[in-house]
């Protein structure tokens, strides 16, 4: 076909198509026939000059306040009324104190009960561990606040340390070793160091009573905290060795009206052997293997020391040598037995 006769017939059909498009009759398009759709406008971009930043969900949205208190009718009102006014400005979905009664001589118990908050009482004193052992069980939050009730605790800390709950099973307000008596701050020191060791983690303070805790963790390992005061050894060791993330908040402590029901003698001698039965539940060579090692040194000093005066192996360096390997061999059966345990301690099934 010529180039005439094509550019007549299109000219044919273009004039065809505008006569049926005057007459609003416009045929449909076969579907053997590809139409482009015509090119789309570029459009500017659109600026904006603020974008809002969306805030994330906070993780500690359901929280229980566990406050154990003994005689503390001097302290226990205002400190209640700190945590009322801490709580308005922190806009939780749930959260509650419990105040746990250790078998109170004097108002303890009226003044919680004035406030509004859920009391639980013991007949008798059981111990400041048992009183929050008590208040975890009870604990109806996904996180517990252990908050002593003798107001050396500020409540206006709580907002720092559900900032840090976003990073850590728990958030231990620390002291750092001060704001207490000078024996008790060179006691908790020595503690804290000892502890550091075992735990293979500095520990700043390990023997605070204000922490905010994952509940469910706080339910698993309810069953290690001990009746005392040393309560806090036992769950911050516990966690470390477990494998939780724990994280330390420095703040000051306030003094406390009235005296404190902590002995320092009786219930730091606890201290010590709570941290050897945590470090041989969790981590039984940090303790094993010193010891043993401390042995077959003593037994190769005696070695060289009967070689070089007598010229011969005693019996006693046979003996420290048999000690030394039977101490590491306990400590390796210790640790079996101890891996063993993480598979309960560390399952993570309600979170």
Do not use: C
Not at 62 to 79: D, F, H
Not at 140 to 157: C, M, N, R, T, V
């Amino acid at each position: 076909m010529s180039a005439k006769l094509k550019h007549r017939d299109l000219g044919t059909r273009t004039e065809s198509l505008a006569s049926l498009m005057a007459t609003g009759d416009i045929p449909s398009r076969r579907p053997d026939v590809a139409v482009m759709a015509p090119a789309k406008k570029a459009l500017a971009p659109i600026v904006v000059d603020h974008i809002p930043a969306i805030a994330a969900k906070s993780r500690v949205q359901r929280l229980s306040i566990v406050m154990p208190a003994r005689n503390e009718s001097l302290n226990l009102g205002n400190l209640l009324q700190e945590v009322e006014n801490v709580l308005v400005g922190t806009a939780l979905e749930f959260h509650e104190v419990i105040v746990v009664d250790d078998g109170s001589n004097d108002d303890t118990a009226a003044i919680a009960e004035s406030h509004g908050v859920r009391i639980a009482r013991h007949a008798e004193s059981l111990g400041n561990g048992a009183a929050v052992k008590r208040g975890i069980r009870e604990a109806k939050g996904d996180w517990i606040l252990l908050l002593d009730g003798d107001g050396q605790h500020p409540p206006a800390e709580l907002p720092a340390m559900i900032a840090m709950a976003e990073r850590y099973d728990m958030v231990v307000a620390s002291r750092g070793g001060a704001g207490g008596s000078l024996h008790r701050n060179f006691a908790n020191r020595v503690y804290s160091k000892f502890a550091s060791y075992v735990s293979a983690r500095h520990i700043p303070d390990l023997t605070s009573g204000y922490r905010l805790v994952r509940a469910d963790v706080a339910k698993d390992l309810v069953w290690l905290l001990p009746n005392t005061f040393s309560y806090p050894t036992t769950i911050t060791m516990s966690m470390l060795r477990g494998g939780w993330s724990v994280g330390f908040h420095p703040f000051v402590v306030r003094q406390r009206k009235g005296k404190s029901h902590v002995k320092l003698f009786a219930d730091g001698s606890r201290f010590f052997l709570i941290i050897l039965r945590i470090a041989t539940m969790f981590s039984p060579l940090r303790v094993f293997l010193p010891v043993s090692l401390s042995v077959a040194a003593a037994g190769v000093l005696w070695y060289a020391y009967t070689w070089f005066t007598q010229g011969r192996f005693t019996n006693m360096a046979v003996l420290l040598f048999g000690q030394a390997t039977l101490l590491f061999a306990l400590g390796l059966i210790a640790e079996q037995i101890a891996a063993l345990r993480f598979q309960n301690l560390s399952r993570d099934e309600r979170k």
